[in-house]
């Protein structure tokens, strides 16, 4: 299907714009993969933890994730299948990167929860499910690794119910575990796919369709599975959920599924059962109201900057996702917040660190945009409409802090150009003690292990050893207060007082009860536990 015999709307109407979250380790990145190689964008799926390969996940393009074997940035991902045109957004799955995760599903229009088979749903699932609950978008649960020994399918629904508050509606079900998985019953199919990891996969499951008490199915499966599946698909056909599309596209129930994505088993079927469910984007809500898709203004917001992605170009890239209307390399667009007009003219999309120079992209489309550094996260661009905004995404409070500087007063230059890039992309937040200069800052991080990208970055994208020194503080506060004076306001010991990128007072605390005290002591005082989001 080309581009020449599709209209505006058949264009939009064939996207499916999702992310992908899990808890660390789940196998969210192999999942991430396997659509790849199906969809043809690449030709072989190398997982992290392989040890037949020596390649890296192709969606893991930053050089501490291959060494690390996580994802600690989200990467955007485009391919085609089955005339569907598809943006995966994969997210870091790590605590500590949650912020990134956040911002990541503002821009997507359902997401893909995957659970591994042996441990349930973990911390993290539960966080990134929060957040999909809060926006009300449709959630697909692909539960993983069941060609390990892991837990009861009935005891993983019941998990799914009880910790996260959502019924689920399984698609298919497994028969067996582990050694003795033998493969799934497609219950909309009424078929049987059996498993065969002889070739990790690499081919599609054979098919057996039947009636489940056809004699056939015993002879495959055993007496003991077969009555088992029977038993468990009666259970499931009285006291399970019934499949409600209505309920699924409020995010109310999930639609789930068993496979092994490390051995592509089940890979396929739910790609395809997803597609078949989901929905193209859908209107976006604005300070004007809600912004449909379909209409002929191109809008987008900025949901996710980075700088760096290509070594030898020192570059930086400011994620767009598309909202409404048709995007054409080099149009002019309105840039809502900075009230002035910006051109289009390098638009890329990505395959992990590959990038496609494009033409025209449309509503659910993600597009890079080169940025010379005016772009903001949460940004609005739009064609005609030059008060239209999009709602801010909000940044979430540090945890963690520390002071940093340069070993070398010569590379000041180099360190205060990399502090201020990788803070704009949202991965850290800079603040500075007033009347001191800015030889030495204080980086606030929402998770630890940020500290070690931070410094691994400015060594190896800046060139910049630093000196970090952790503080004692766990809670930051922005001060509003009329006619705010540093010198007059009245301090705890263990309190810290430094200002903004906007020289806005902010105050750091190792306790609650210097909280308390700050509030008892400084009359018309006001605390925020955020920044001011437009």
């Avoid at 917001?301 to 930086?316: C, G, L, S, V």
């Avoid at 200069?437 to 910049?464: A, P, S």
């Avoid at 906007?502 to 605390?527: A, C, H, K, Y």
Wanted: charged share 25%.
């Amino acid at each position: 299907m080309t581009e020449q015999n599709l209209s505006f709307i058949d264009e939009v109407r064939r996207r499916r714009t999702f992310a992908i979250i899990s808890h660390p380790d789940a196998g969210k990145t192999t999942l991430t993969e396997k659509f790849l190689l199906y969809g043809g964008a690449i030709r072989s799926a190398g997982s992290v933890k392989s040890r037949r390969s020596q390649k890296h996940a192709v969606s893991d393009w930053m050089e501490i994730e291959k060494q690390r074997g996580i994802s600690v940035t989200s990467s955007v991902l485009q391919f085609e299948y089955n005339n569907f045109c598809i943006n995966i957004l994969d997210t870091p799955g790590h605590q500590d990167f949650s912020e990134d995760t956040y911002r990541t599903l503002m821009a997507a229009d359902s997401a893909v929860m995957v659970i591994d088979s042996a441990k349930g749903v973990e911390d993290q699932t539960k966080k990134l499910f929060q957040v999909c609950k809060m926006r009300g978008i449709p959630i697909f649960t692909f539960i993983n690794k069941m060609d390990r020994t892991g837990r009861e399918p009935f005891e993983l629904l019941e998990d799914i119910e009880n910790v996260l508050g959502i019924r689920s509606c399984p698609m298919n079900w497994p028969i067996g575990s582990g050694k003795d998985f033998k493969g799934v019953y497609n219950r909309h199919k009424e078929q049987i796919e059996v498993f065969d990891d002889g070739n990790h996969g690499q081919s599609i499951a054979d098919a057996i369709k039947g009636d489940l008490t056809d004699e056939k199915f015993n002879d495959l499966l055993g007496e003991e599975l077969h009555e088992q599946l029977m038993g468990d698909i009666e259970l499931l056909d009285i006291a399970g959920d019934n499949f409600d599309l209505d309920k699924i596209l409020k995010g109310e129930l999930t639609p789930l599924f068993f496979g092994s994505a490390l051995t592509n088993f089940g890979v396929e079927p739910f790609l395809e059962s997803f597609l078949d469910i989901t929905m193209p984007p859908t209107p976006r809500t604005s300070n004007l109201g809600e912004i449909d898709p379909e209409s002929d203004n191109f809008s987008g917001f900025i949901f996710k900057i980075q700088a760096n992605m290509d070594p030898a170009h020192r570059d930086r890239i400011a994620f767009l996702r598309i909202c409404s209307g048709k995007f054409e390399k080099g149009m002019a667009v309105n840039h809502v917040q900075r009230n002035k007009k910006v051109k289009l003219a390098q638009p890329q999309q990505f395959v992990a660190q590959d990038r496609v120079m494009v033409t025209s992209a449309y509503p659910g489309d993600i597009i890079g945009i080169h940025d010379p550094g005016i772009f903001n996260i949460g940004d609005t661009l739009s064609a005609k409409n030059v008060k239209l905004k999009y709602k801010g995404i909000p940044q979430f409070a540090p945890e963690h802090f520390a002071t940093i500087s340069t070993k070398n007063s010569l590379k000041r230059k180099q360190f205060l150009k990399g502090i201020t890039q990788i803070a704009q992309e949202g991965a850290i937040q800079v603040y500075k003690r007033p009347n001191i200069g800015i030889e030495e800052l204080i980086v606030g991080v929402v998770g630890v292990l940020q500290f070690e990208v931070l410094e691994y970055r400015l060594k190896n994208e800046y060139g910049v050893d630093i000196t970090m020194e952790r503080l004692p503080y766990r809670y930051i506060r922005w001060v509003e207060m009329d006619n705010f004076n540093a010198s007059k306001f009245s301090m705890t010991m263990d309190t810290m007082l430094v200002e903004n990128k906007d020289e806005e007072p902010v105050l750091l605390f190792s306790n609650e009860w210097s909280i308390r005290q700050i509030i008892e002591r400084n009359e018309g005082l006001s605390l925020r536990e955020t920044s001011l989001v437009e």
